[in-house]
C-alpha cells in the first residue's frame, strides 16, 4: 500500500533557525516527489518538485531512495513561512498526501 | 493564465440528497483529478480523469461519480450523501505531454456540508 508519514503533526521554530520537515514514504513503482504549501485561507499550491530540483523560497529537499526520504529544508526560517506543508508522491494523476505538518515561525 | 476553478464555493445538503460539483481546469490541462480533504483523513485520491476517461481510482464507494467532457471540464456527483461527506472537494488539474505528467494546480475547493 502507498503511504506517506509526515511524523510532525506541529513544529515551531524561531525566526532565523533552521527548520526540517519530515518526509517518509512507502510507494510502488517510482513516483515523482513534491511539497505542497498551503497558507492561511490559500489554496494548496506547489512548493517543490524533486526533479526540477529547484530552490522556492529558499526551500530545498533531498529525495534519499535508500531511505525513501524526501526531507524538506531551509536554513533560516522566516515568519511567512508559517503554513501547513505536504509531502506528495505523485505517479499516474495521483498524489498521495501525508497528514502535513503545520509550521509556525515565531519572531 | 486563469487558475482552476471550482463552483459552487460553498454547498450545504441534507442526508440523502445527491450533489454535483464542477471543476474548469486550467486553459490546455487535459488531466483532471480530484480529492477530498476531511480532518480525520487528510487529503485523500477520489479520481482522475483524462480525455474525458477515467484513469485512475481511489478507495471511495460507488456513490462517488465523476465524468469530464471533451473541453476538459470535469464534475463530480455524490449520491445518497451521508454526514461523512462533509469536505472540502479539491480538483487539480495537470498538463500531459509525451507519457510525462506536469505539475498539478489546485483550485480552491468546494466546501461541502452535509445536515
Request: charged letters at 20%; one cysteine or more.
Amino acid at each position: 500500500a502507498q503511504r506517506v508519514t509526515q511524523p510532525e503533526k506541529l513544529l515551531s521554530v524561531f525566526k532565523g533557525a533552521p527548520v526540517e520537515l519530515k518526509c517518509n514514504y512507502s510507494y510502488s513503482g517510482s513516483p515523482e516527489l513534491f511539497w505542497y504549501v498551503q497558507y492561511s485561507r490559500q489554496r494548496l499550491q506547489l512548493l517543490l518538485r524533486h526533479i526540477s530540483r529547484e530552490s522556492i523560497k529558499g526551500f530545498t529537499a533531498d529525495l534519499n531512495k535508500g531511505e525513501t526520504s524526501f526531507h524538506l529544508k531551509k536554513p533560516f526560517a522566516q515568519e511567512e513561512d508559517s503554513a501547513m506543508y505536504y509531502c506528495a508522491p505523485f505517479n499516474a494523476g495521483k498524489s498521495t498526501f501525508g497528514d502535513g505538518t503545520t509550521l509556525t515561525v515565531k519572531p | 493564465k486563469a487558475g482552476v476553478t471550482q463552483t459552487p464555493r460553498y454547498l450545504i445538503k441534507t442526508r440523502g440528497q445527491q450533489v454535483t460539483l464542477s471543476c474548469s481546469p486550467i486553459s490546455g490541462h487535459r488531466s483532471v483529478s480530484w480529492y477530498q480533504q476531511t480532518p480525520g483523513q487528510g487529503l485523500q485520491f477520489l479520481f482522475e480523469y483524462f480525455s474525458e476517461t477515467q484513469r485512475n481510482k481511489g478507495n471511495f464507494p460507488g456513490r462517488f461519480s465523476g465524468r469530464q467532457f471533451s473541453n476538459s471540464r470535469s464534475e463530480m456527483n455524490v449520491s445518497t450523501l451521508e454526514l461523512g461527506d462533509s469536505a472540502l472537494y479539491l480538483c487539480a488539474s495537470s498538463s500531459w505531454t509525451g507519457g510525462i505528467y506536469d505539475e498539478q494546480y489546485f483550485g480552491p475547493g468546494t466546501r461541502l456540508t452535509v445536515t
